[in-house]
């Protein structure tokens, strides 16, 4: 299910709660994953319970405080469960407020961001007390470029594919911005987005 959808579904039923998860691309079960979040929300504050597979241990149930939410972080990180189903908490609100605080995020999502281009949303998390996107913008790396993966103008936290980018591309441009701002300012940045594939383990 995606969770635009799950959101939508929310608002005709006049619940709020998800008004901040309606831009975030991806599944349900991809933003419990991650606890994705944005403007202040984040998905684990809504679970209540939910369905898990585990593989060669059969189905269970697990209240949220099993769920160990985080930071982008849950506990599917590590435990390999696989999300059937997930109940969220909502409070009933008004379907024309609900809609029109959706509408004003997304408005905010697509003037900030740089939608307009093929990108795997925030790169880096956000360091303590800081915004990863004004330390890259900071260490002068806004547009630098590796090929076609270019550190966005819009939104330093993006890296965007001006075209024909490679993963490998993108993987170098990380590495360059990590490296530079840790040299320059101090702070290690941490990726939000995870590498799978071969380069997987150059990313631990
Ligand atoms: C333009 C853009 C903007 C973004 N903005 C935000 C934002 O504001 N906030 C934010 O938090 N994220 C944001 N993201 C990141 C992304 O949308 C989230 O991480 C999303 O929740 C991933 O969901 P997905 O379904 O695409 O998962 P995938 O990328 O397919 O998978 C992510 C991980 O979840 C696991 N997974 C997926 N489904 C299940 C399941 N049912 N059970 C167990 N594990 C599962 C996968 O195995 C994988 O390890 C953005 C991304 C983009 C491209």
């Not at 997930?86 to 509408?103: D, Y």
């Not at 790169?123 to 260490?139: H, M, S, T, W």
């Not at 890296?159 to 024909?164: F, Y």
Request: aromatic residues 6%; proline residues 4%.
């Amino acid at each position: 299910v995606p969770l635009s959808r799950l959101a939508e579904t929310a608002a005709a039923a006049s619940l709020a709660g998800l008004e901040f998860a309606s831009g975030i691309p991806g599944s349900v079960g991809g933003a419990v994953f991650m606890n994705a979040g944005a403007y202040g929300g984040e998905i684990g504050q809504l679970v209540t319970e939910v369905s898990l597979y585990r593989p060669g241990a059969g189905f269970c149930r697990r209240t949220r405080e099993e769920l160990d939410f985080a930071y982008r972080r849950s506990r599917l990180q590590e435990s390999g469960e696989i999300l059937l189903d997930a109940q969220f908490l909502l409070v009933p609100g008004e379907k024309a407020k609900i809609r029109a605080e959706m509408a004003e995020l997304n408005k905010r999502r697509k003037d900030k961001q740089p939608l307009e281009f093929p990108s795997a949303g925030s790169v880096f998390k956000r360091p303590p007390g800081e915004y990863a996107a004004r330390l890259i913008e900071k260490a002068g790396l806004k547009g630098a470029r590796i090929g076609d993966a270019q550190v966005a103008e819009k939104h330093a936290g993006f890296i965007i594919n001006r075209g024909q980018a490679t993963a490998r591309e993108v993987l170098a441009l990380i590495d360059r911005v990590k490296e530079e701002v840790h040299q320059k300012l101090g702070v290690i940045l941490e990726t939000e987005v995870r590498v799978v594939g071969e380069d997987e383990e150059e990313d631990e």
